[in-house]
């Protein structure tokens, strides 16, 4: 299982717009089915969108239109582009990987990298 590190979050106004990163260690990043999870305060943590290796995404449908998964293999990293974004949007946003593709990447994985927040407010 690769090791991951979030960036890019902050502090923006609602119907803003954020770029988040997910670095990976390893080697084998382009075999892994990539997602990004979110988590916010009293919340569990959900997937809300995922690619695979082939470069097909699924998104959850609270962010859907709104938000762009892709990924760089060559840099080993996976970005979610966020626009539009609202205040129910606010929470820790986590990436982790699932190396079968015929499985999204699920909350289960024992090892998560340290989350970057996003916070939407006026």
């Known amino acids: 299982q690769p090791q991951f590190v979030e960036s890019g979050g902050g502090l923006v106004q609602p119907g803003g717009s954020l770029t988040l990163s997910c670095a990976a260690s390893?080697?084998?990043?382009?075999?892994?089915?990539v997602g990004w999870f979110r988590q916010g305060p009293g919340k569990q943590r959900d997937l809300i969108a995922y690619?695979?290796?082939?470069?097909?995404?699924n998104y959850a449908d609270s962010v859907k239109g709104r938000f762009t998964i892709s990924r760089d293999n060559a840099k080993n990293t996976a970005y979610l582009q966020m626009n539009s974004l609202k205040t129910e949007d606010s929470a820790m946003y986590y990436c982790n990987a699932e190396l079968n593709s015929d499985y999204a990447p699920n909350v289960a994985y024992d090892d998560w990298g340290q989350g970057t927040q996003v916070t939407v407010s006026s």
């Open positions: 390893g080697s084998l990043f382009s075999l892994y089915v």
């Open positions: 690619i695979k290796s082939d470069g097909k995404k």
